[in-house]
């Protein structure tokens, strides 16, 4: 086993178990090494090792049985959202059921936002989306639209919603350079996304949701084109 540097001892040991049980190296249902053993292999003390082990433990990636040992646990059936990203990055599959919550969540909140939004909290709606039209490149677009879609979750009232937006985001992070294909074009990008705003702004819960599903579809084709997954 490789020796990981001191600087960030905690973080990297947590990733380097994750992306051995993630990629099947450490398969569900076995033991870890007793802790002695995997401390000296990888040069961190065991406190490191229980630091480490305690956040894999809370992504249902591990369980420790006092006596017995740590076994890697069934993450798909245990597992939070937090893992999306490292998923992601191993398998771009999932993308796909991303996609799917991604729909749907997407077109719930917006039909929650014409319903609950305030009149301050449609003009921040309106200034992001001109942000949109007035973004130069790819990147500086995707993430202007990213910031409407917050804005739109927080227009609910109910701040599930916004930490729904941000596990969503968040999961596909990884493979987000290569996610930029609806981004390049500012104006076609703002075309796309301003039939929500404008629903919601008229608070039309209806109109919101179908313009969310039709936004969401529509970037969705173009992302996993780009990628070749459809």
Same mark, same amino acid.
């Given at each position: 086993?490789?020796?990981?540097?001191?600087?960030?001892? +905690?973080?990297?040991?947590?990733?380097? =178990?994750?992306?051995?049980?993630?990629?099947?190296?450490?398969?569900?249902?076995? *033991?870890?090494?007793?802790?002695?053993?995997?401390?000296?292999? *990888?040069?961190?003390?065991?406190?490191?090792?229980?630091?480490?082990?305690?956040?894999?433990?809370?992504?249902?990636?591990?369980?420790?049985?006092?006596?017995?040992?740590?076994?890697?646990?069934? *993450?798909?059936?245990?597992?939070?959202?937090?893992?999306?990203?490292?998923?992601?990055?191993?398998?771009?599959?999932?993308?796909?059921?991303?996609?799917?919550?991604?729909?749907?969540?997407?077109? =719930?909140?917006?039909?929650?936002?014409?319903?609950?939004?305030?009149?301050?909290?449609?003009?921040?709606?309106?200034?992001?989306?001109?942000? #949109?039209?007035?973004?130069?490149?790819?990147?500086? +677009?995707?993430?202007?639209?990213?910031?409407?879609?917050?804005?739109?979750?927080?227009?609910?009232?109910?701040? +599930?919603?916004?930490? =729904?937006?941000?596990?969503?985001?968040?999961?596909?992070?990884?493979?987000?350079?290569?996610?930029?294909?609806?981004?390049?074009?500012?104006?076609?990008?703002?075309?796309?996304?301003?039939?929500?705003?404008?629903? #919601?702004?008229?608070?039309?819960?209806?109109?919101?949701?179908?313009?969310?599903?039709?936004?969401?579809?529509?970037?969705?084709?173009?992302?996993?084109?780009?990628?070749?997954?459809?």
């Amino acid at each position: 086993m490789e020796i990981l540097p001191r600087e960030t001892i +905690v973080d990297a040991l947590e990733m380097r =178990l994750r992306e051995d049980i993630l990629t099947g190296r450490r398969p569900t249902g076995s *033991y870890l090494p007793p802790e002695r053993e995997l401390a000296d292999g *990888y040069g961190v003390t065991r406190t490191t090792l229980k630091h480490a082990f305690g956040r894999l433990v809370q992504a249902g990636l591990l369980e420790t049985r006092h006596g017995v040992g740590t076994r890697v646990r069934d *993450y798909a059936r245990l597992g939070g959202a937090d893992l999306l990203p490292m998923l992601v990055r191993h398998s771009p599959g999932w993308l796909g059921e991303i996609f799917e919550v991604r729909r749907s969540i997407g077109a =719930l909140i917006a039909g929650r936002a014409a319903e609950k939004g305030t009149a301050a909290q449609r003009t921040e709606l309106r200034e992001l989306l001109a942000d #949109v039209a007035a973004a130069e490149g790819g990147d500086p +677009v995707q993430l202007a639209d990213v910031e409407v879609h917050r804005a739109l979750a927080r227009a609910t009232g109910n701040r +599930v919603y916004t930490l =729904l937006t941000n596990t969503l985001f968040n999961a596909y992070v990884p493979m987000r350079a290569h996610l930029v294909g609806p981004f390049l074009d500012p104006e076609a990008a703002h075309a796309r996304l301003a039939p929500v705003v404008e629903a #919601v702004c008229a608070g039309d819960g209806a109109a919101a949701r179908a313009a969310a599903d039709a936004y969401m579809s529509a970037t969705e084709r173009i992302m996993l084109d780009g990628l070749g997954l459809e």
